[in-house]
Structures are given as C-alpha cells and as structure tokens.
C-alpha cells in the first residue's frame, strides 16, 4: 500500500484513540498527525516520536506524515529573529529524530502571519464554511512588530533550507510545503511568496533537493487560478516527484473572496484532479482538510471528514477501476 496512491486522515495534535479508531473503520491507509504534542518544544526526540508511531500502528494504520511543529517557535526561523540559529538547531534535531523514528515526511508553512479566514457562510443545507473577503483583511494591523516584505521572506527561506535540507536527506525525511493561505497580497504586513505557481517553482530551484516538494493543497491552487491552474500545478510538480502529498479539498471564488464547499461541489473536476496524479505517476497519499461543519459537528468535524473521505475514496476506486 506504500507504494500506491491512497486515502489517509489528518487528526489532531492529541490523536485521540476515537480519531484513530475512525481513521481505521473508514479504511484509511493511515493518518497525519498535526502538531503533535510533544515534550521539548521543537526539540523532538527519537523515543517520544517512536512511541507516537507505534500508537498509530496499533490501529492497523501508518504515521503517513507530521505537519507543523509549535508556530510561534517556527516564526523565529521564518521571520529570521535573533534566535533564529538556535531553532533551527532544535529544527534539525528534530528531522534527525523523525528519520530515526521512521516517520518519513514533514509538513510546514512559509506564512507566518495566520490570519486565513475573515468569516464563515452557510453552504448547502446549511454546511458551516469558510469564507474570506480581501476587502474585511487589508485593514488588518500588523501582525508582528513591522512589515516583513517578499525579498525578506525569500531570504528567511533561503537560509532555512541550505541548512536544513542536508540533515533532512540525511535522516531520509522529506519536507512538504504547504501554500500561503489566502494567496496573493500582504495581510498584517506580512508577504505571501507561496501564493504562485511562479513562487514554488522559485522555491524548488531554491531549495535543490530531492528531499524538498509540496504539500499540494488543491484548496489553496482552486484559489489561485481555479481548475485549470489545479491541473497545471499537479502536471508540472507532480511530474519531477516533487508532490510529497495532497489536501484533496476545494473552493468557490477568487484570491480576493472565495469560500470552501463540500469536496465536489467546488470549481477543481475532482475525478480529473485524481487521474492526473496517477498519470504522473504519483504514489503518495490525499488526504480531505478543512472539513466542512455538518449538522451535529464539532471539534474535528466527524461527519464532515467521514462524508469528504468517503467521497474521496469513491473518485479513487473509479479513477482506478477505469484505468
């Protein structure tokens, strides 16, 4: 199953056994752990990450990936802070104890300002979503103690990754970037450089490793340039094995104002979207994000996760039993 494109879960930082146990009943292959609680800051060791594991295992399901560590710890590294060395060195810690631990990806961010949503609408039936409007954001104060423009986020990213990704080809973990969220111009006054095919082409060249690649959030590609931008992002990237894994999600709208939908009521053709990742030879893992808020949902959303990875799963089984 490693080797093939699959269905696994994101859950939450705790990975309650009810969330597992869940992954498991709905046939996931296995599931992403968001900023796992950990001792040591960023600063994770091998054991505490070994034990996370080998819960997970216990559950008939693979630890696919991790994604985040503390933020406001990362925002050191990404805003380039005076005690940017020292977390990187707990960075990179981490990496190797990730590689000892056999967890093979991990999943972060360029945006440091995390201001994504304006509001919330009802979709259809009354489905609680997402909702952003550029007009309700740019009057945002700043997010941090000044601007932080492109060239600076650039150069913050730049000597992130000639340091980090030697250990992490070492440790044979893989770093998957996820896209800014909205994409476009400044909120808070912080720039959104991943917000572009052109910006994770430039983010590629920069980084130079085969240990670097995406975190393909269709959502976030939907609002940049809709289906065909979608399409164009999954040829190109997924056809240099720089696509680690995918948010199988959606929206409706611009970069400007947009909201999230149910998985297939948006503007990306879903069984398109999942017939090119097996064109390009993609043998990763999709996985729903944002689950929409079905009536009786709460905390992590079940019954929207198990509505949209069902859904998930039928596009699979029908991409692949047509061949």
């Known amino acids: 199953m490693a080797d093939q494109l699959r269905v696994a879960i994101g859950i939450g930082s705790g990975g309650s056994d009810e969330e597992l146990t869940l992954a498991a009943q709905m046939g996931c292959s296995g599931v992403v752990v968001a900023s796992p609680k950990l001792p040591g800051g960023m600063r994770w060791e091998a054991e505490d990450l ?8 216990s559950f008939g399901l693979r630890l696919e990936a991790i994604q985040h560590t503390r933020l406001d710890l990362f925002d050191d590294i990404r805003l380039g802070r005076p005690n940017r060395d020292a977390a990187l060195e707990d960075f990179t810690y981490a ?8 967890i093979p990806i991990f999943a972060y961010n360029w945006r440091p300002n995390r201001l994504y949503t304006t509001h919330h609408i009802e979709s259809r039936a009354g489905v609680r979503v997402r909702a952003f409007d550029l007009e309700k ?4 104060p700043l997010s941090f103690d000044r601007e932080y423009g492109a060239e600076e986020l650039w150069g913050t990213f730049e000597y992130f990754v000639k340091r980090v990704m030697p250990v992490a080809e070492e440790a044979g ?3 998957a970037h996820h896209p800014d969220d909205p994409p476009g111009p400044s909120i808070g006054g912080v720039a959104r450089i991943f917000s572009s095919f052109e910006g994770f082409k430039k983010g590629m060249e920069i980084a130079n490793s085969p240990n670097w690649g995406l975190l393909f959030c269709m959502g ?6 809709g289906n065909d ?19 199988f999600r959606d929206v409706v709208g611009t970069p400007d104002t947009f909201h999230e939908v149910l998985i297939g009521d948006g503007q990306v053709e879903i069984t398109q979207a999942m017939r090119t990742l097996k064109e390009v030879g993609f043998t990763g893992f999709v996985i729903d994000d944002h689950a929409p808020r079905l009536l009786g949902d709460e905390g992590w959303n079940p019954r929207g996760r198990l509505y949209q990875t069902g859904y998930i799963q039928g596009v699979l089984r029908a991409v692949n039993d047509l061949g």
Not at 51 to 57: A, G, N, Q, S, T
Not at 229 to 247: C, S
């Open 229 to 247: 931008y979608v399409m164009k992002g999954l040829r190109f990237f997924g056809e240099r094995n720089k696509i680690f894994y995918v948010h």
């Open 50 to 57: 070994t034990k996370l594991r080998e819960h997970v295992e």
């Open 95 to 102: 990496i190797r104890s990730m590689g000892k631990a056999g």
């Open 173 to 175: 973990v893989k770093l």
């Open 137 to 140: 954001a740019k009057d945002e």
């Open 220 to 225: 976030c590609w939907s609002e940049m340039g």
